[in-house]
């Protein structure tokens, strides 16, 4: 079956206390890896894709790697306004348009 | 421009009213998108137009009735809702219409509240 799972459920972090987010997935033939940060009541921001095993990408104090198996978001010296909840999403085979999400990471770093 | 916009930002209605949402994008994607979220989950899937054309319909009410008048825009009607419909409507779009994938751009959200 083809399930996203993201581990932990919740996180709170100091400021400058860095850390990663994970997020396994059971999807055949991955055809990408989608991380989005979203905010309360607000619709989820796009972060990073990944196609490819070994791929990296970075943005300011995150940075998303892939795996066969998983991905991990690393947040370094995070500060209070990287409080958001986090989500991974994996598109399921060709031919659909469904996105399977995570149930995302809920960080809050604290000052 | 990287904007998907949806009007009205909130909305409350009772369980006889008739009302739509309305989602638009510019940025010539093929395929438009309607979730529903509740709070602490993760978006689920509405409905999908591909070139618009409904693609996918996650089995979803018929209280729910989407339209795509045109590649920019997206519609989603409610009549006779629940209150368990109460959630966060997000729109989002991409720009693969074929075998290419890539990721979904969202918009804002409507909060929904049915009395």
């Known amino acids: 079956e083809d399930q996203v799972t993201q581990s932990p459920e919740a996180l709170r972090l100091q400021e400058g206390e860095s850390s990663s987010l994970n997020c396994s997935y059971t999807?055949?033939?991955?055809?990408?890896l989608f991380w989005y940060r979203q905010d309360p009541g607000k619709g989820p921001e796009f972060l990073f894709t990944?196609?490819?095993a070994g791929e990296e990408k970075e943005k300011e104090r995150l940075k998303a790697t892939l795996t066969k198996k998983e991905s991990f978001l690393h947040i370094t010296a995070p500060k209070p306004e990287d409080s958001a909840t986090y989500l991974c999403?994996?598109?399921?085979?060709?031919?659909?348009?469904?996105?399977?999400f995570g149930t995302g990471t809920r960080l809050k770093v604290l000052a | 421009d990287t904007e998907v916009t949806q009007t009205p930002k909130h909305l409350v209605m009772g369980m006889t009213n008739k009302k739509s949402l309305k989602c638009e994008q510019h940025?010539?994607?093929?395929?438009m998108y309607w979730y529903k979220q509740k709070a602490k989950k993760p978006p689920e899937l509405m409905f999908v137009?591909?070139?618009?054309?409904?693609?996918i319909n996650e089995s979803v009410p018929s209280r729910f009735s989407p339209e795509c008048p045109n590649s920019s825009l997206l519609n989603l009607h409610l009549h006779a809702l629940q209150p368990e419909d109460s959630a966060l409507y997000l729109c989002?779009?991409?720009?693969?219409?074929?075998?290419?994938?890539?990721?979904?751009?969202f918009g804002p959200g409507t909060r929904l509240t049915v009395l």
């Open positions: 940025m010539g994607h093929r395929a």
């Open positions: 990944l196609y490819s």
């Open positions: 137009y591909s070139y618009e054309k409904l693609s």
């Open positions: 999807v055949s033939g991955l055809r990408g």
């Open positions: 999403a994996v598109p399921l085979p060709s031919g659909t348009y469904k996105y399977i």
């Open positions: 989002a779009s991409s720009q693969d219409g074929g075998s290419g994938v890539t990721e979904q751009f």
